[in-house]
């Protein structure tokens, strides 16, 4: 760290771990003076994104930020759907099994902070990305992989075909809490138009999905 934490203002400090976080990674993009690490794939579609919020209650005794993981998609962007994030959460999600977690710049928290972040995107977050750069392997992995996400099914219908996004789907469904939730939702979609079904709206989390998978054809195997 340049500085002494204790004399710079919040959002400074907050710039400052980002960038010595940042300086880690040089294969990404930096923007936003560190608070967005960005890296396209070899095949030029799929975008790997880092982004740090500030929490905005900082102050000169608590400064705290949360990084977030994205994974897009140029192709799926194009045709409107979910603003092309295949997949993605925050790094405690992804990596240390502690959702939503917030970290600690102020004080002698900042040292122990940047090396800390940096080691769960090392560990944790670069093998998801190189993952997405060998698409045939990735799919395969998902399909055999306990990893389920909503998104996901974006990705596996535009990059594997309806037939593995209805396996990704269906295996989806069975592992979900929300199970019978979404299987009723899907069944009330067929006494609608399908003009009138919009995925644009969300009636609740994981809606969207619901109506992607019934107007592309993707059915719930008995």
Request: proline share 3%; net charge positive.
């Amino acid at each position: 760290m340049k500085g002494n934490n204790k004399e710079m203002e919040p959002r400074k400090l907050c710039e400052e771990a980002w960038q010595e976080i940042a300086s880690k990674f040089p294969d990404f993009k930096v923007l936003a003076k560190g608070q967005k690490l960005k890296r396209v794939a070899k095949n030029k579609d799929i975008i790997f994104e880092i982004y740090f919020q500030a929490s905005r209650y900082n102050c000169e005794y608590s400064v705290k930020f949360i990084p977030h993981i994205g994974i897009y998609s140029k192709s799926i962007k194009k045709v409107g759907i979910n603003h092309g994030l295949i997949y993605g959460g925050d790094l405690g999600s992804l990596s240390s099994g502690k959702p939503h977690e917030w970290w600690q710049l102020a004080g002698a928290s900042y040292k122990c902070t940047v090396e800390e972040v940096s080691k769960l995107i090392k560990i944790h977050i670069i093998p998801i990305f190189d993952y997405f750069e060998n698409t045939q392997a990735n799919i395969d992995r998902i399909l055999e992989g306990s990893c389920t996400s909503a998104s996901l099914l974006y990705y596996m219908y535009y990059f594997a075909g309806k037939n593995k996004a209805q396996q990704y789907f269906n295996k989806f469904l069975k592992e979900n809490k929300m199970k019978s939730r979404y299987i009723s939702f899907y069944e009330s979609l067929k006494s609608i138009p399908t003009e009138n079904i919009s995925l644009s709206y969300s009636e609740f989390s994981g809606a969207i999905m619901i109506k992607f998978a019934y107007l592309n054809g993707i059915e719930i195997e008995k």
